[in-house]
């Protein structure tokens, strides 16, 4: 199993990114996925999760409606877009699947990062002017 996160960078405040998270070994859409973050000096937060089948999503609540998560089944790819950037964003931003049993979020606490056995290597985003 292997995940493998891109598309960090540096952008101005009010901008956007489209994070990708490159997964193999295991099939993309039967399990939950999720994107998680960890800011410089504080613990790592799950961010957004979708379920298998993208039978829901969740997203932690000051990121709801800024952030988007989707999974492209042909590519075996999962994306984040984030929009309306703010410099409290800043943080490398991780994918992460618990694989198991755990085909839906809210069958878990997928928030809580010991729930994931799997984690790509991470990509940092700075929001900066």
């Known amino acids: 199993v292997q995940l493998q996160a891109s598309g960090g960078g540096l952008v101005q405040p009010g901008g956007s990114l489209r994070l990708s998270c490159a997964v193999s070994g295991f099939t993309l859409n039967s399990y939950a996925i999720a994107w998680f973050r960890q800011a410089p000096g504080k613990e790592r937060e799950g961010v957004s999760c979708?379920?298998?089948?993208?039978?829901?999503?969740y997203y932690k609540d000051s990121v709801k409606g800024r952030f988007t998560i989707s999974r492209d089944k042909a590519k075996n790819a999962l994306y984040l877009q984030i929009n309306s950037l703010k410099p409290e964003d800043t943080a490398v931003y991780y994918c992460a699947t618990p694989l198991g049993d755990h085909l839906y979020c809210s069958g878990y606490a997928w928030e809580a990062s010991q729930e994931y056995r799997f984690w790509g290597q991470g990509t940092l985003v700075t929001v900066s002017s």
């Open positions: 979708t379920s298998s089948n993208d039978a829901s999503t």
